[in-house]
């Protein structure tokens, strides 16, 4: 059975770099939460306001379902999944592999100053910290390093 990972992790940690370097090297799709975000919710993080949980009900079913179609074949998605009770719903009846990256808030803050094109401002990195409740059960990964690395113990959290 193909690996079905969940890449998550605050704003500016690389979800969406590593998601796709480990779907590239696991043979599986790549899917960026971001993507998934309905117009409000990008409209309310473009304008500098942290969503809420209502905010995200309806993205996280979304992933969910996307999750659950891939349950077989896998796939990767980059996804926040911040809080415990958000992994729960993304768990679903899939229960994916669950790989945190972590990031200091000045190294979160820097690359979001330097993402060019993206909604989510650097001024919404201290909402994302504050709302992050660290996973128990997911693969840690310090997220620091330089990106062949965090790929590297990536893959070797999911194959052990």
Known sequence: MKPLVVVMGVAGCGKTEVGIRLS?????????????HPPENV??????????D????????????????????GCIVACSALKEKYRDQLRGSSDPRFVHLV?????????????????????????QFD?????ATAAT???????????RRAIDALEH
């Open 24 to 36: 590239e090297a696991l043979g599986v799709p790549f899917y960026d939460g971001d993507d998934y």
């Open 43 to 52: 409209a309310k993080m473009s304008a500098g306001n942290p969503l809420n």
């Open 54 to 73: 209502d905010d995200r009900v309806g993205w996280l079913a979304h992933l969910a379902d996307l999750l659950g179609e891939h349950r077989e074949r």
């Open 103 to 127: 990031v200091t808030p000045a190294t979160a803050e820097a690359r979001l100053r330097s993402r060019a094109g993206h909604f989510m401002p650097a001024s919404l990195v201290a909402s």
């Open 131 to 135: 709302a992050l409740e660290a996973p």
């Open 141 to 151: 990964v310090d997220a620091e390093q330089p990106l062949d690395d965090v790929v």
